[in-house]
């Protein structure tokens, strides 16, 4: 069985579907932390959580990168806590990575 071609249309509903389905998510996050009460635990819990999502988000990528995004992210890392500039950081980590692929690591 073959669909049929959907056109542009089919891109325009595809984009409009993705909007809404995003929009209730988005919405549905604030009506439903309407309903939980922010105790200190609430609030430390919402703190960690960038933190976590960096670290879910990056060590996978640490793990199959290898030793020299490790070693990247952390000359970053290390810029970034004596300097206090993203965009050093960004440098530093991407000229660290690019110098230890160069020398074959």
């Known amino acids: 069985m073959t669909l049929p071609d959907p056109g ?25 932390m309407g ?25 996978p990528l640490i793990e199959r990168l290898g030793p020299a995004a490790a070693v990247a992210l952390l000359a970053a890392i290390g810029s970034m806590v004596l300097r206090r500039n993203e965009l050093l950081a960004l440098v530093v980590g991407m000229s660290a990575i690019a110098g230890l692929r160069a020398l074959g690591f």
Do not use: E
């Not at 509903?13 to 929009?23: F, G, Q």
């Open 8 to 32: 542009a249309w089919g891109a325009i509903l595809a984009i409009a579907a993705m909007t809404v389905a995003t929009y209730l998510c988005r919405i549905s996050g604030v009506v439903l």
């Open 35 to 59: 309903f939980i009460p922010l105790t200190p635990h609430v609030r430390r819990g919402l703190a960690a959580l960038p933190g976590c999502i960096i670290a879910a988000t990056v060590l």
